[in-house]
DNA sequence: GTCTATACAACGATAGAC
DNA sequence: GTCTATCGTTGTATAGAC
């Protein structure tokens, strides 16, 4: 579609003047956009759109599409705040903690971003590789390095798998009465598995 | 549609053989353009090339893309043969047989097929929906209609949780060491929470 | 003046619709 | 088969910083 005779606003072109923050305002914008359409859905012109500015931007800051999708996984959540609320307490019930606090966070979204992040994972081999060493090194990984005795790569991912499936049935496939069943229910059933990975016996 | 080349000799009852297919064709392109490229990845184009027919047949046969892609997943894979595989045995230990099973299956196709099962269930409702009917009614569902005293969906979705993020982890992810591990190794991890989900108490 | 940030235009590719 | 829309990308002119 043509650009429309009403502009929003008629961009200048050139140097803004001040410190203009386009490469930030980009990262921003991208992060919104993959979140909610995945790297296949978003677009270049529709991220710098949401960010004020013109598509080219994208190639001037960062190379390209790909690479602004990697510069933007660089912090897709706050894992402080997400072990904070885990790891302090007892760690015979950090299963329960555990996915008590998967359910919370994805309950707010919707579980939207979820699809849209598995969608990303599924598709592109760089967002892959982005979300396992982000699951690897910082999620699970703090969790496992705190409370396992031993073996912590495989219980990170048996973890992961647990709370990745749980999520993915709960929230993406809809599947019933897992996708309407309250914490209580979910908890009592799958913290005990999440337990048994973290720190139970393990072959 | 075109009939068969004319044939000499007496004119033969009832219908006639080999007519063409050029349905039956289509559904059986879409299926393998579909599970090697997913939903967005597979073309119209392709799967008419490949089932030698004119990409417009798509249209007048489905009316779409999207009717073409429900039309395909009517069966995916076969369920007889699965279940044969799982079912008979001691019931304490059809958690062993599940997870083995799906190993096997996955570790034969190298995950690409699942990759683009996910894909495709993450960005398009009419591929969760289908999934889920035939998880619910058809693959997990008769398991625990054969070997769980109760909660029969409930324990359904927890199996296909554990299953589905698994699969997950080790072919999409290949997060390690998970996803190089044998299959020892992760029936003895995973097992149990699977044998927990079918026959254990549940909250 | 030089350099950089920016917008605009257009290109080649491709996919879906008609 | 053709048409149209849209994608990511690139080339280029311009406005402002230095």
């Given at each position: 579609?043509?650009a429309?005779?009403?502009?929003?606003?008629?961009r200048?072109?050139?140097?803004?003047?001040g410190?203009?923050?386009?490469?930030?305002?980009?990262l921003?914008a991208?992060?919104?956009?993959?979140?909610?359409?995945?790297?296949?859905g978003?677009?270049v012109?529709r991220?710098?759109?949401?960010?004020?500015?013109?598509?080219?931007?994208v190639?001037h800051?960062f190379?390209g599409?790909?690479?602004?999708?990697?510069?933007s996984?660089?912090?897709?959540i706050?894992?402080v705040?997400l072990?904070?609320?885990?790891?302090?307490?007892?760690?015979?019930?950090?299963?329960?903690?555990?996915?008590?606090?998967?359910?919370t966070?994805?309950?707010a979204?919707?579980?939207?971003p979820?699809?849209?992040?598995i969608?990303?994972?599924?598709?592109?081999?760089a967002?892959?590789?982005?979300?396992?060493?982000?699951?690897?090194?910082?999620?699970?990984?703090?969790i496992?390095a705190?409370?396992?005795?031993?073996?912590h790569?495989?219980?990170?991912?048996?973890?992961?798998?647990?709370?990745?499936?749980?999520?993915?049935?709960?929230?993406?496939?809809?599947?019933?009465?897992?996708?309407?069943?309250?914490?209580?229910?979910?908890?009592?059933?799958v913290?005990?598995?999440?337990?048994?990975?973290?720190?139970?016996p393990?072959?």
């Open positions: 579609m043509v429309a005779g009403a502009q929003p606003g008629p200048r072109r050139g140097r803004r003047p410190g203009s923050d386009t490469r930030g305002q980009l921003e991208a992060r919104v956009e993959f979140a909610e359409r995945g790297y296949e978003a677009t012109r991220i710098a759109d949401r960010a004020g500015v013109d598509a080219a931007m190639n800051w190379g599409k790909e690479a602004l999708f990697t510069a996984l660089d912090i897709p706050d894992p705040e072990l904070a609320d885990i790891l302090p307490g007892d760690p015979e019930k950090i299963g329960e903690r555990v996915v008590e606090r998967f359910l966070v994805w309950d979204t919707g579980g939207g979820l699809a849209a992040m969608q990303s994972i599924a598709s592109h081999d967002a892959a590789r982005m979300m396992r060493e982000f699951i690897g090194n910082v999620l699970v990984g703090r496992v705190a409370v396992s005795p031993d073996q790569e495989l219980r990170a991912g048996l973890c992961g798998a647990q709370v990745f499936g749980m999520g993915m049935v709960r929230y993406v496939l809809k599947f019933e009465p897992l996708a309407s069943a309250d914490h209580a229910t979910l908890v009592a059933a913290a005990p598995s999440i337990q048994r990975y973290l720190t139970g393990l072959p």
